[in-house]
């Protein structure tokens, strides 16, 4: 027990560590000014911006990041908390859904795709989820945008194109956040429940008298679950690297949405306090998976020594 | 004594596609095969790897479906009832696989793993599982306190033993051991057999034993069938089989087996060339091409399985033909 309480404490530790070196390196790049140069005259090269004082900006930003201020706009001198309260929420909402649709519906298309002991293998079910991997995001939401604006002319007003503020706003883009990671688990979950029927194990558990059903999810699955979750940390990358698109196109306000205004206003402040409101929801994500590997997927490896 | 499996006329031919997927051929893995098995009785079937033996135990199991051919527990007929039905009658078979380590689900405890089968076949009632694990595990020599621990946490030998209970928990008529001990050191070989035996003398249970090793054949087996190529090329008696083999195939593998005398003599029959393809096994006797007595009519036309006596079948032509077989095998 105190073991894994040392393990579990050290974990965190780097984990902090990790993240505040990020803080600092983000805000460092961030303090740089844009019109930053270096010239080369005889043989000496001279900075346009003096080094130290770049240094000391970076070190108080930081500290005041520290004591959770993340300052103020540039256009309004409003506070920039604001954003934790609610342009952070809409894309925490936008993450969750996408990440929890596209668990169910990888893991059911997966189920579906696996060949569940069979030899014949089905081409068109594995296309079916090879092909919308290999299609670009833009063409995955011009096509959701288009079924909107025809379900719309038809009277059905479920989903909205753009724009955000109730829940037939976030359908559509949620849709479009986990089409992609979706048949990504899809693949993986396939492909783990394929290998667990190769087990003598499974061969004992049909001979044993077990229904197709209880082998699927009383042995199959059981096994084939810390491989699935051990794709998720590829998942969040996915999920939150395809954010930006999809924020944009719905017009949807959430944190990358924002953070485009701000770097187009060059406000430094705000454009610091989103990338590292982004870098929280990906360790806070990577946290949760790496908590579920530790408790599901580490006692199979301890097996397997 | 009551007949237990009786097999008839068994095939299985796996059908495979060329890389161009033009041409179609079949694997004739297992290729009219027929034997019984008594009440209490341990059938020992042994050949070359890739002969068709574990198939012919997956088939009995039906964890395969054949291609042809019955096969009867009991009198009944298996081959051809429902998935359901046949859920039903996997409560009297039972399997014991040659590799402990991937037999266990790994992620289940044992106790997880015993009590599946009692609750699947209502062997006991609920509330009794704890009980009848707890007996289980001391019936084939594992602790109490072991219920509670995950595969990982036992050795080679005490996996098989956790195979054996699960497989003995639905307490079956007939247990087809795929190669039970091929994994195990030989101290614990000797264990897992002497364990088998004991059971089945406790438990009249019958055994379809697949081995490779013919000694441990010898061991457990009260009647012994040799494959060869998808077929049982002799069938009798341990004593018969072991005293005096006819077949010339039979020989060679009974000649091959070490012998622990190191001032041993004996001259050994080896065994020429390959194992032929069973995608496409040589016409007649599928030995031919191997078999040192071969005769033009070897070639020609597929030798039928024939009683020499009353416990001992072979399937050759030379015991067919004018020379005395007994003096060309000799």
């Known amino acids: 027990m105190i073991n894994r309480f040392k393990f579990a404490s050290k974990k965190v530790l780097l984990s902090v560590l990790i993240f505040l070196i990020f803080v600092y390196v983000t805000v460092l790049l961030c303090t740089i000014p844009t019109d930053f140069t270096i010239t080369f005259e005889n043989g000496k090269a001279t900075p346009s911006h003096i080094g130290v004082l770049i240094i000391k900006d970076t070190n108080e930003k930081f500290i005041s990041l520290l004591k959770l201020d993340l300052g103020r706009t540039g256009k309004d001198e409003r506070s920039l908390n604001y954003l934790v309260t609610s342009i952070m929420k809409n894309s925490v909402f936008l993450l969750a859904g996408g990440i929890i649709l596209a668990v169910l519906l990888g893991v059911?298309?997966?189920?579906?795709?696996?060949k569940r002991g069979s030899t014949s293998e089905s081409s068109l079910k594995v296309l079916g989820t090879i092909i919308p991997i290999s299609l670009p995001d833009i063409l995955v939401i011009a096509l959701l945008q288009r079924l909107a604006v025809f379900l719309n002319n038809h009277g059905i007003e479920i989903f909205k194109v753009g724009g955000g503020g109730s829940i037939n706003h976030v359908l559509l883009p949620i849709i479009a956040l986990s089409i992609l990671?979706?048949?990504?688990?899809?693949?993986?979950?396939?492909m783990a429940i394929d290998n667990c029927y190769q087990q003598d194990f499974i061969k004992v558990a049909v001979g044993k008298g077990c229904s197709s059903y209880r082998v699927l999810w009383n042995h199959v699955m059981r096994n084939a679950i810390p491989s699935i979750i051990d794709s998720f940390p590829t998942i969040t990358s996915i999920i939150i690297g395809n954010l930006l698109m999809v924020e944009k196109l719905f017009s949807y306000p959430g944190l990358t949405q924002s953070l485009l205004n701000f770097y187009s206003h060059n406000d430094r402040d705000g454009v610091i306090a989103n990338i590292i409101l982004i870098g929280i929801i990906y360790f806070i994500l990577d946290a949760t998976f790496n908590m579920l590997k530790w408790l599901i997927v580490k006692p199979l490896k301890e097996e397997s020594i | 004594m009551n007949k237990i499996i009786e097999v008839r006329d068994l095939v299985k031919h796996f059908e495979i596609t060329s890389t161009k997927g033009l041409n179609k051929n079949y694997v004739k893995a297992v290729d009219g095969v027929s034997f019984d098995i008594l009440e209490g009785e341990t059938l020992g079937l042994v050949g070359e790897s890739g002969c068709g033996k574990s198939t012919t135990g997956r088939l009995i199991l039906r964890l395969i479906k054949p291609t042809t051919g019955e096969i009867y527990l009991e009198g009944k007929n298996i081959n051809d009832i429902s998935e359901k039905e046949l859920r039903?009658?996997?409560?009297?078979?039972?399997?014991?696989?040659?590799?402990?380590?991937?037999?266990?689900?790994?992620?289940?405890?044992i106790e997880d793993i015993l009590s599946e089968p009692l609750s699947i076949h209502k062997i006991v009632f609920k509330y009794d599982y704890d009980k009848e694990v707890k007996r289980l595990l001391n019936l084939v020599g594992l602790s109490e306190k072991d219920a509670k621990k995950f595969p990982h946490e036992f050795s080679g030998g005490q996996r098989q033993r956790i195979g054996i209970a699960r497989a003995i928990a639905t307490k079956p008529k007939f247990i087809i051991c795929d190669e039970p001990v091929s994994a195990l050191d030989v101290s614990v070989q000797s264990q897992i057999l002497n364990l088998l035996d004991d059971l089945q003398k406790e438990l009249k249970v019958s055994y379809l034993f697949i081995a490779h090793g013919l000694n441990v054949i010898r061991h457990v087996s009260n009647k012994v069938g040799v494959m060869y190529l998808g077929k049982i090329v002799e069938l009798g008696s341990v004593e018969e089989i072991f005293n005096n083999p006819v077949h010339p195939y039979t020989k060679a593998l009974l000649s091959?087996?070490?012998?622990?005398?190191?001032?041993?003599?004996?001259?050994?029959?080896?065994?020429?060339g390959e194992i032929p393809s069973p995608v496409s096994p040589p016409s007649g006797c599928s030995f031919h091409p191997r078999c040192r007595y071969a005769m033009r009519i070897c070639s020609e036309k597929k030798p039928f399985i024939q009683n020499i006596n009353e416990n001992h079948k072979v399937s050759c032509h030379l015991i067919d033909s004018d020379n005395d077989f007994k003096g060309v095998l000799a």
């Not at chain 1, 059911?108 to 696996?114: F, P, T």
């Not at chain 1, 990671?181 to 396939?190: E, H, K, L, N, V």
């Not at chain 2, 039903?88 to 405890?109: C, E, H, T, W």
């Open chain 1, 108 to 114: 059911s298309k997966g189920i579906i795709d696996s």
């Open chain 1, 181 to 190: 990671p979706a048949c990504y688990i899809a693949r993986i979950t396939s």
């Open chain 2, 88 to 109: 039903g009658i996997r409560k009297d078979i039972q399997v014991v696989f040659q590799n402990p380590y991937s037999a266990l689900d790994p992620k289940m405890i």
């Open chain 2, 256 to 272: 091959s087996a070490p012998i622990p005398d190191p001032f041993s003599h004996k001259e050994k029959e080896v065994l020429e």
